[in-house]
């Protein structure tokens, strides 16, 4: 992608999901260094996000059964 693509998604992605806008905002001015660290930041947080999701769909079926 280009800077100016990038730049474009960024401004697409802050309309949709104001509440992230602050961990986007710079994403196209990192270096090599700070991307990496950004990447694997994300993968754990997807993760995590995975894990939360699945113990509240757990809680809710648990207490539908109850």
């Not at 602050?22 to 090599?32: G, H, K, P, Q, R």
């Not at 996000?49 to 509240?56: E, I, Q």
């Given at each position: 992608?280009t ?11 802050k ?20 991307t ?13 996000s ?17």
């Amino acid at each position: 992608m280009t800077k100016v693509e990038i730049k474009a998604k960024i401004t697409e992605f802050k309309t949709k999901h104001p509440k992230f806008a602050a961990e986007v905002e710079d994403i196209s001015n990192l270096d090599l260094n700070e991307t990496v660290k950004g990447y694997l930041w994300c993968e754990v947080l997807q993760k995590l996000s995975k894990f939360h999701a699945k113990n509240l769909v757990e809680e809710k079926v648990a207490a539908a059964t109850q």
